[in-house]
């Protein structure tokens, strides 16, 4: 690695780290309800959306309404997406005339959309309207990544708030519960004081750099030099920067065209990539220093923070060694991989040359850590180590800074898991931020942590068991092995991106891979928001001496001790099958 | 036939998620 490389990962992780704290801060004040400098103008946009849908803002919601809101409410934007993709051959805003999608595949792209995944096993371009793209889409994007970010929001109040001895404070419509917020409220203040704002930016920008914003139908352009069989080509245009600036920021990753951010039209330049890769972790990063302002101690979003980062620059390195390290087989060929101030070297399979290996290893990190999913290189080209890294961070559970909200909850999953283990080491009851985590606390971070890690394993299991699912894998050996398990790596941890090479968009991978998309997101977040209501209605307990503290180097080194651990457990078999042996095939 | 065949498998999910909610209420009552 030359000085441009370690440049370009120290100018990424800086800003990353530098804005942190003041969008986290800004977030804090949303779901604390204060003032903000955007309320003179969008406070009427908010009241006047109350007004219209009847929703009280005043009003609480204890876990079980809260979740059953957010089903009701995420129900209904899968059943509109679904019946927009099957019915948009006779809806405007379709100048290439495309027809109806098949059932299979529209029912797995509403629900990967409704579960902010955004695994594409269409081609955009090849495949939806402009008013698909926009009205079902776009629109999923904004309210799935808004949905996260609300769960996380009611699972920090969980932490922060106690019961409430007056029962003139108890409203009986929750039993007697402490709530833990409004839905609708967190997703409504979510999506205009978050998303939207942070959206135009990013879109703006994104045209300024050449990202396409058209309604025009696709273009007709002569070859200079025309062939045998062709004198021209047919060039996508479309609404693409609206749409490619949630995708990053709500950490969706579906793209506009079928090559994601890979393709010209969508990431044009060195400074799109880098906005680009900025977007996609910003939201994740700063829910961190929200989490700390809002349980009022600051150190301890810092700490979760520390633990992600250590782990993903830890990967990333790993990434950017094994591509920049070259392949043996085009060593053999003769082909020159050595990295010069022109020649990016190492394994150039499947990437860009505007981006290069540093800026490619990177997205690949940072869109797996987050539950992102776009991707400006085929991971499919990778090496197998470096495959292995994106493939990992996927099975990890999205936790590493991960998807907005989701993220940060799964990671709250695996912090309750660590301070319990400690507590039984030390024979104390455990408690994190003054909240004694007890059976119930456990059983369900257990649930959370479990149910990926047994829809992936098991989804490829019978996927690689039943000839529908074999007939699809277009490599052989352990490549189409990995093929496979990354698969359902991206589908069961609501992550989206994909190894090539595996034929997806059939009516077997197209159901199987959306029940699990569905699990990973809805399965979870219930048992999230059941540790919020329980934490809710627990008292505080003021620190001992013989509280763990969780901000310290050591809590933070115990964290990813268990993130690992578990994540090894239960996936090291796997990845053995996989990019581990053909590690060893292609090094031997 | 199809249409009705996924929007019948959507609906089943989200009835055994509710399933999934009123169990975690059960358990946080202490509940068997």
Known sequence: MNFYSWFQIVLFMGILLLLTKPLGLFMAKVYQGERVFLDRLLGPVERFIYRVSGVNPEEEMNWKMYAIAML??????????????????????????????????????????????????????????????????????????????????????????????????????MGGQRGVGNFWVDMTRSTLYILLPLSLVVALVSVSQGVVQTFSQYKSVSWLQSTANATEQVIAVGPAASQIAIKQLGTNGGGFFNVNSAHPFENPTPF???????????????????????????????????????????????????????????????????????????????????????NSAIWATATTAASNGSVNSMHDSYMPLGGLVPMWLMQLGEIVYGGVGSGLYGMLAFVIIAVFVSGLMVGRTPEYLGKKIEAYEMKMASIMILIPVFVVLMGTAIALMSEAGRATIYNPSAHGFSEVLYAFSSAGNNNGSAFAGLGANTPFYNTILGFAMLIARYWLAIPALAIAGSLANKKKVPAGAGTLPTHTPLFIAWLIGVIIIVGALSFLPALALGPIVEHLMVFK | MNDLLFIGLTVLFFALTYGLVKVCERLMENKP
């Open chain 1, 272 to 358: 799109s990539n880098l906005i680009e890769m900025l977007s996609i972790l910003i939201i994740p990063a700063a829910l961190c220093y929200t989490f700390g302002k809002m349980v009022g101690d600051t150190r301890q979003g810092w700490a979760l923070l520390a633990a992600m980062t250590i782990i993903f620059v830890a990967l990333l390195g790993v990434a950017v060694w094994s591509e920049q390290s070259g392949n043996p087989a085009f060593a053999k060929m003769g082909i020159d991989q050595t990295q010069t101030n022109i020649n990016p070297g190492g394994n150039m399979e499947g990437k860009e040359v505007r981006f290069g290996i540093v």
């Open chain 1, 72 to 173: 009701v409410f995420n129900a209904l934007g899968l059943f509109f997406v679904y019946a927009l993709q099957r019915l948009q051959g006779i809806l405007p805003l379709n100048p290439q005339g495309f027809g109806a999608v098949t059932p299979d595949s529209s029912w797995n792209t509403a629900v990967s959309f409704a579960s902010n995944t955004n695994w594409q096993g269409y081609g955009g371009e090849a495949t939806m309207s402009y008013l698909t793209q926009m009205l079902g889409l776009s629109v999923q994007n904004f309210v799935s990544a808004a949905a996260g970010m609300a769960v996380l929001a009611a699972f920090i109040r969980g932490i922060v708030r106690a019961p409430l001895s007056s029962p003139h404070f108890q409203n009986s419509k």
